[in-house]
C-alpha cells in the first residue's frame, strides 16, 4: 500500500524513475533512523509522506542547476484531440507547465489532482494553514491555464 502511494508522489516531483528510486530508499532510511521520534503511530503514514516531499525538493533543488531543455522540443503539434498521440502530447504539456510551477504550487496540485487529497489533508501534510493551500492553489491553475492557454493558441 505505502510502496505504491510512495512512488507516484515521488514521480511526480522527480519525473524519473531512479530519481524517485533513490528518494524512497532516502525517504525509509530516514524514517527508520528517526523512527522513535514519531509521537503517534497513527500519523505514520503522514509522516513518512512529508519526509519524501522534502527529499524531492532537495533533490529538484540540486537539478535546477542543470541546463533546462529548449521547450520548442518538448511542445509537439495537437491537431486532432481523439489520437493517443495527441493525448500523450497534451500529457507532456501539462507535466511541462507543472514543472514550471513553484516548488509549493506544484506540490499543491499534485496532491490534490494526482493523489485525490482534499485541501485540509494537504494543509495537514505540509503543516501549513489552509488559507496559504488555497491561495497556492489558485495561483497554480491559473497560470496552467495561461501558459496552457497560450500553447493552445499556436496550434
Given amino acids: 500500500m505505502e510502496r505504491g502511494k510512495l512512488y507516484a508522489i515521488a514521480y511526480s516531483y522527480t519525473r524519473h524513475q531512479v530519481n524517485a528510486l533513490e528518494a524512497i530508499q532516502e525517504t525509509v532510511c530516514r524514517a527508520w533512523l528517526k523512527r522513535r521520534t514519531l509521537r503517534e503511530p497513527r500519523y505514520w503514514s503522514t509522516w513518512l509522506v512529508r519526509i519524501l516531499i522534502r527529499i524531492c525538493m532537495d533533490i529538484q533543488r540540486k537539478q535546477k542547476r542543470e541546463v533546462p531543455t529548449d521547450d520548442a522540443q518538448l511542445m509537439p503539434d495537437v491537431s486532432n484531440a481523439d489520437d493517443p498521440s495527441d493525448r500523450m502530447a497534451r500529457r507532456m504539456m501539462i507535466e511541462v507547465a507543472l514543472d514550471r510551477l513553484d516548488a509549493k504550487e506544484r506540490m499543491v496540485v ?13 494543509a495537514f501534510l ?24 497560450q500553447w493552445e493558441g499556436d496550434e
Fill in 126 to 149: 505540509m503543516d501549513k494553514p489552509i488559507g496559504s493551500v488555497k491561495t497556492w492553489l489558485h495561483k497554480a491553475l491559473g497560470k496552467l491555464r495561461t501558459e496552457l492557454g
Fill in 110 to 122: 499534485v496532491l490534490k489532482y494526482y493523489r485525490d487529497m482534499t485541501l485540509s489533508e494537504i
